[in-house]
């Protein structure tokens, strides 16, 4: 069984900055695809950014490209999420997920665990 456990959100104010983390148990981390993905209040949960197996490939959707970084230690089992320049439409939990592959996905339906969340909140 995999276990995905998000960390490092919180309040900040516009303009600032936060990581996120993820540490995923298992033997496995370094053969699978992560992703992030987020849900606002009201809304469906969308597609943030993806790394594939190695790290060597990222995908930003295009609401987060040049802002978010997405990046992977596969010796820590952790995924991480940098968020720069937060603004508050940001606001939103969190998720991180394993894919169920070794490339990267786009879509909720490329992944096969998800984590519990991690809340967001960008103040104005």
């Known amino acids: 069984q995999v276990q995905l456990v998000e960390s490092g959100g919180g309040l900040v104010q516009a303009g600032g900055s936060l990581r996120l983390s993820c540490a995923a148990s298992g033997r496995t981390f370094s053969s699978y695809a992560m992703g992030w993905f987020r849900q606002a209040p009201g809304k469906e949960r969308e597609f943030v950014a993806a790394?594939?197996?190695?790290?060597?490939?990222?995908y930003y959707a295009d609401s987060v490209e040049g802002r978010f970084t997405i990046s992977r230690d596969n010796a820590k089992n952790t995924v991480y999420l940098q968020m720069n320049s937060l603004k508050p439409e940001h606001t939103a939990v969190y998720y991180c997920?394993?894919?169920?592959?070794?490339?990267?996905?786009?879509?909720?339906?490329?992944?096969?665990?998800w984590g519990q969340g991690t809340q967001v909140t960008v103040s104005s």
């Open positions: 997920a394993r894919g169920s592959a070794r490339g990267l996905a786009v879509t909720a339906a490329g992944y096969d665990y």
């Open positions: 790394i594939n197996w190695t790290g060597g490939t990222t």
